[in-house]
């Protein structure tokens, strides 16, 4: 068997493969793809529930669910920054270990002050981080 073909053949897809690739902006910080996130980690604590989701839409804003209550606001920063516009959230009784989580991710959202997306993870930085995955959470 010749091999000179076959890794021609080889090379030749690697680059098809390539070309199918989002290119990244020349602005560091600015590939902050909108849709449907779930939180996977707050702090260095992981959130195994995925009972957090989050989705981000064009104009930056962005609206979900924290384990109880719905939650939106206006996004005004241009990543790599992140500064919320007054959060709204309606106000269903959070108890237990749900209320708790509640009130940490909303504290930490609302302190949050950048935002990047790298290899496939959302991270909103501030005092506390907070580690999406793209996603939805579970109801």
Do not use: H
């Amino acid at each position: 068997m010749n091999r000179i073909p076959m890794i021609s053949v080889a090379f030749a897809a690697t680059l098809g493969l390539a070309a199918c690739e989002p290119a990244t902006p020349d602005v560091p910080g600015s590939n902050i793809p909108t849709g449907a996130y779930v939180l996977v980690g707050i702090g260095s604590d992981t959130v195994p529930q995925r009972n957090v989701g989050m989705t981000i839409a064009a104009d930056g804003s962005i609206s979900g669910k924290a384990p109880c209550n719905q939650y939106s606001a206006s996004q005004t920063a241009e990543p790599p920054g992140f500064a919320l516009g007054p959060l709204t959230t309606t106000e269903m009784a959070c108890s237990g270990n749900a209320g708790r989580l509640e009130t940490r991710y909303l504290q930490a959202l609302s302190a949050a002050d950048g935002i990047t997306f790298e290899g496939g993870v959302l991270t909103i930085k501030g005092p506390t981080y907070l580690t999406y995955e793209p996603g939805y959470r579970k109801e």
